[in-house]
């Protein structure tokens, strides 16, 4: 997401770091840089226009002061960071629940949103939370509308009511009002409204989510908008902000939206918060949307929080105080180990996701897209072809082996060879952290979980990396052995 923003912002602070002393014409030139990136980027001309006053003002108010210090375009940098927080929302926000469940959300927006797929994504981000949820199809207008929605409530082990067949029958604002009556009997603490759509914005469309708002009371009505439709999506929301009215919004197809402008000016037009992003077709593809963090990743310095937390939901309690006692006690960290992290890995969904949240993504941006998903299954395969003891002290990896593990798991000798080579780089990095000289190369995720550096799970190191060469010698391994001669 924001490919092409960031690679813009990322050019503009380079050219303004080789400059070392700034002058008021170098505040001026890098503002002019950051309005055209915006623009091309689809954000609103006066939304540009206004964030790039502001940055400019705030910079030649300081100039002086940032001079003085030792890294002024560092200093232009945060001031850029901090505003772009503030467009983007400043705090974020969270749903306000009712004093008197259920809590009633209803979602508004066009055809083609995403809003079905959406009520699914955010039923079960509140299950998660410990919620009751219940989903209420009152799109009767949409062909298959109720059908869909059943479809993902099954998915997701959330009810949904759903008295009318829908395709034309049926009259939603009655269906929307018996659906919070079944809630109040059935002690669900909340519930979602899946409301009808067009394909633009006209009367009936209006007409008909005043009567469901109306009807139900609402405590939150979210406006989803596909983020890939630019300053249309500005333009549907203050039609719909004036229409019916909204407390929030909820950007849909985020993953998609190289330029972001729908994201950086959605706010500044209508004043209400983004308060969740889907990132993604699978239902876990769902996230709260933190301003201060997008911004991070806008700027190119990545998104550590939501990946650590992401880590911390695929990992059980158990194994990670298990891992982080030996990482303590100074023991090695094992294949057995390792087994563990992969599986967590594949739990946290596309790591092609994951490692794009990196700090300096942005550079391996070709190693990322390149990244090939099935590596972590064939990983694991290698691994789980190992006995207990081969994964616990890999030193017994002889050729005999390596053959045998190989065999076992489909791969060939020298991928194994890979696995093991990578892993004792691995295990060194982690002796490296323990003692205090900090991570060589690309930051991995050990930082956080415990993980090793994602080279281990197959990622190929970042072509900046030096290893210190070694003294050669005949290796023990026949497919090693028989390479080197060659």
């Known amino acids: 997401m924001f490919d092409n923003l960031t690679a813009k912002f990322s050019s503009a602070f380079s050219s303004l770091r080789a400059k070392g002393r700034l002058k008021s014409g170098d505040i001026d030139e890098i503002a002019n840089e950051i309005k055209a990136a915006l623009i091309e980027s689809d954000v609103a001309l006066d939304v540009a226009e206004q964030f790039t006053a502001r940055i400019t003002e705030r910079s030649l108010e300081k100039l002086e002061e940032l001079n003085r210090g030792t890294n002024p375009s560092q200093a232009i940098f945060a001031i850029v960071n901090e505003e772009l927080t503030a467009i983007l929302g400043g705090n974020s926000r969270r749903i306000q629940m009712a004093k008197k469940p259920p809590t009633v959300i209803m979602l508004t927006g066009l055809q083609g949103a995403g809003k079905t797929s959406l009520a699914g994504k955010l039923a079960l981000h509140l299950k998660k939370e410990g919620n009751t949820p219940l989903l209420i199809a009152s799109d009767l207008q949409r062909p298959n509308a109720v059908t869909q929605l059943q479809t993902v409530g099954e998915s997701i082990k959330v009810p949904v009511f759903a ?154 309690g158990e194994t990670t105080s298990r891992l982080e006692e030996k990482f303590a006690k100074g023991e090695d960290f094992t294949l057995t180990d390792f087994l563990a992290q992969l599986q967590a890995m594949k739990n946290m969904g596309s790591m092609t996701k994951m490692l794009a949240m990196l700090p ?105 990396s030096k290893v210190a060469p070694k003294k050669k010698s005949k290796s023990g391994n026949p497919a090693k052995r028989a390479a080197e001669e060659a």
């Open 360 to 464: 300096g993504a942005g550079a391996i941006k070709k190693q990322i897209e390149n990244f090939d998903e099935n590596e972590l299954v064939r990983t694991q395969a290698i691994v789980e072809s190992m006995t207990p003891l081969e994964r616990n002290d890999p030193k017994v990896l002889n050729g005999s082996r390596r053959a045998r593990i190989a065999k076992g798991s489909g791969r060939q000798v020298s991928e194994v060879n890979n696995l093991v080579d990578r892993f004792s780089a691995a295990q060194k990095m982690m002796k490296q952290m323990r003692s205090g000289k900090g991570m060589p190369g690309m930051p991995g995720m050990s930082g956080m979980t415990g993980m090793p550096s994602m080279a281990g799970a197959g990622l190929p190191a970042p072509s900046h």
């Open 163 to 316: 008295p009318e067949p829908g395709n034309g029958v049926g009259d939603p604002v009655a269906v929307a009002k018996a659906g919070v009556k079944f809630a109040e009997d059935n002690y669900h603490n909340i519930v979602i409204v899946d409301t009808a759509g067009r394909l633009g914005v006209d009367q009936e469309l209006m007409r008909e989510a005043i009567r469901i708002r109306d009807a139900v009371s609402p405590d939150e009505i979210f406006f989803v908008v596909d983020a890939m439709v630019g300053q249309d999506a500005v333009r549907t929301a203050q039609a719909f902000q004036e229409g019916v009215g909204f407390d929030g919004v909820v950007l849909t197809k985020l993953d998609g939206d190289a330029r972001g402008g729908a994201a950086l000016s959605i706010l500044a037009k209508t004043g209400k918060p983004i308060l969740f992003a889907s990132t993604g077709e699978k239902v876990e593809d769902f996230d709260i949307f933190y301003p201060d963090r997008m911004a991070s990743r806008i700027l190119g310095m990545g998104d550590i929080q939501t990946l650590a937390e992401q880590a911390k939901r695929a990992m059980d």
